[in-house]
């Protein structure tokens, strides 16, 4: 059971993340939004990788014959924060530059296209 | 040497994006002579990939291994990067590096200098690589990278115009569905990992079983790619997007929402070839139908030129779908006339490449000289813009399906082969192209026709030039499809339908 801690709180953190995405109508929020299910998302890859008792997947430091964790899902998710950055930081911007357009965060006040 | 191009045609213009502001800081005709270089040099790396792929079979390009050719590392493990270009890779490449060789000598002449023009050939430069890098890649890992450099470019253009207030309104909102998108796949490609340890797009199909797990990643692929190529009903981010992004890189957006739709082929034919049941392909086929009538109807009711053709785009999208979609119902039963409609829904891929490229230039040559994209004011530009005019009236009457023109050839095709399936989908399909009809009958007549117009200032002739090639195209696909049906949209067609085994042998051996 505490084994699958791991992924019962990415799941948590992935559905807390939609409810923010469905509900919440503040620009910040919905980008707080997304970063939660990408946090779900990095941390479901990494608690994959885990091998019970493995050593840090580093050849020259490794005593001989021990379990490494798997270093691929490792480097995926180095990948994957660094996109998360981008996309996080382009979305603020937008958020930052429709506050100053329109003088308000609420998804509901701002919109101007519609059909 | 030219064992290296098909990831030379996605590292030139990644490096030679980031090259632009810099050249730009020295000369500004330098700068411009640059980008053009670099998209010239893309354009004849996928052109000579399409001819080898098309003359010799597929191409596997492998990254760091000691030569290009090594695909398995010691062990018989396929752990490397690689690029695998099949007929329907090769395919979507000529695609892109078609509109951006048309779309770039637009966007130089285009953009205002004021107007952060050198970050914009960056941006465009940057989507290209990302588009290029979907199409080729063999790896699940890397198309997710490729998709997030797409969203990010195609985002940062669409938000380009921070001075409007709708521009970063459209932007913000495509790129909430963008991540999403991005997220759900990489969530789809850590299932697949965690339960079979690998990423290799060849391998993973070799030993993907059908498990409950299976299926849910196939869910969420399906669910990622849709949003990301604007089908219904996750499509309105699109009209937003095109209506703001600066129209001559309109076209790049097209060719994103394209190359999602090819990754959603390539996953559902290559990668789970066979795994799923026919449900699949009935919920591609009833996604496509509401897409194509929801955007033409959405498309009647709308006042901005910009956003009418952004509608008419979508509702292609449609039309690819239920092409492809009546492919995959078939392909369980494997009766021919599902190869009839996978090839139509293919074909429709570069005719609504060609169609909807030339209506956006119509949308960019209207907004440069008038100033304004509104029908409500518009009117009478066929007078003074003859040329204009002509265009918009070929593709609009190519985009609705009309014979002899290039909408037509490839959507008989999908016609054909879905009424073999059951006669309401092509009922329904036939209806949506009348609609297109009537829509753009009324933008023609609302924006061409009337009183002659005052026309401020010239369309310059590289406009013109562009315009042309685009209308070219449209003709000679409509008047002799059958040499490129033959030539380009078999093999292609062909590669998603049989060539799976050549595939996975091509990356694993034997």
Known sequence: MIGNLPFVACMVLIALGFWTLLFKRNLVKLVIGVGLIESGVNLFLVALGYVRGGVPPIYTYAPAGAPMVLPTPQALTLTSIVIGLATTALMLAFAVVIYRHKGTLDARKIRELRG | ?510
């Open chain 2, 1 to 510: 040497m030219s064992a290296h191009i098909p990831i030379l045609a996605i590292a030139v213009p990644l490096l030679g994006g980031f090259a632009v502001p810099l050249l730009a800081k020295l000369h500004k005709g330098l700068r411009d002579a640059w980008a053009l270089l670099v998209v010239l040099f893309v354009g004849a790396c996928v052109g000579y990939v399409a001819v080898h792929v098309f003359t010799q079979g597929l191409w596997v390009y492998v990254l760091g291994a000691r030569h290009p050719q090594e695909t398995l590392a010691p062990g018989g493990f396929p752990i490397r990067i690689m690029l695998v270009v099949d007929g329907m890779s090769a395919f979507m490449g000529v695609i892109a590096g078609l509109l951006a060789l048309v779309a770039f000598p637009f966007a130089l002449r285009f953009l205002p200098e004021e107007e952060g023009k050198s970050l914009a050939l960056t941006l465009g430069l940057l989507l290209l690589a990302g588009i290029l890098g979907m199409a080729y890649t063999g790896d699940l890992f890397n198309f997710f990278v490729f998709l997030e450099v797409t969203s990010i470019a195609a985002c940062a253009l669409i938000g380009f115009r921070t001075w409007t207030s709708r521009a970063p309104e459209a932007a913000f909102k495509t790129m909430l569905l963008y991540s999403l998108s991005g997220l759900l796949f990489l969530l789809a490609v850590a299932f697949l990992y965690g339960e079979y340890g690998a990423l290799n797009l060849a391998y993973l199909a070799r030993e993907l079983r059908g498990t409950f797990v299976d299926r849910l990643a196939l869910g969420l692929f399906l669910a990622a790619l849709l949003m990301k190529a604007a089908a219904a009903p996750v499509h309105f981010w699109a009209p937003d997007a095109y209506g703001e992004v600066p129209a001559a890189k309109a076209l790049l957006l097209v060719v994103n929402t394209q190359v999602s739709l090819y990754g959603l082929w390539r996953v559902l034919f290559t990668l789970y070839g066979g795994l799923w049941d026919a449900g699949v392909g009935w919920l591609v086929v009833a996604l496509g139908l509401l897409t194509m009538v929801v955007a033409a109807f959405m498309a009647l009711v709308q006042t901005d030129l910009g956003r009418l053709v952004a509608y008419g785009a979508v509702s292609q999208i449609g039309y690819m779908m239920l092409g492809v979609g009546v492919g995959l119902v078939s392909l369980a039963g494997r009766p021919e006339y599902g190869l009839v409609a996978l090839k139509g829904g293919v074909f429709h891929m570069l005719n609504d490449a060609l169609t909807v490229g030339l209506l956006f230039l119509c949308v960019g040559a209207v907004e440069w000289t008038k100033g304004t994209r509104d029908l409500r004011e518009l009117g009478g530009l066929g007078h003074g813009l003859p040329e204009v005019a002509l265009c918009f009236l070929l593709a609009g009457l190519a985009l609705a399906g009309l014979p002899p023109l290039n909408g037509f050839a490839s959507k008989i095709l999908i016609y054909q082969g879905s009424f073999r399936l059951s006669p309401i989908l092509t009922a329904v399909a036939v209806l949506a192209s009348i609609l297109l009809l009537a829509v753009f009958a009324r933008a023609f007549q609302g924006a061409f026709l009337g009183p002659k117009a005052e026309v401020p200032n010239r369309v310059p002739g590289v406009f013109l030039l562009s315009m042309a090639v685009l209308a070219v195209g449209l003709l000679v696909l409509g008047l002799v499809p059958g040499f490129f049906l033959e030539g380009v949209v078999t093999p292609a067609a062909e590669a998603l339908w049989r060539g799976r085994a050549l595939y996975l042998a091509a990356v694993l051996g034997g």
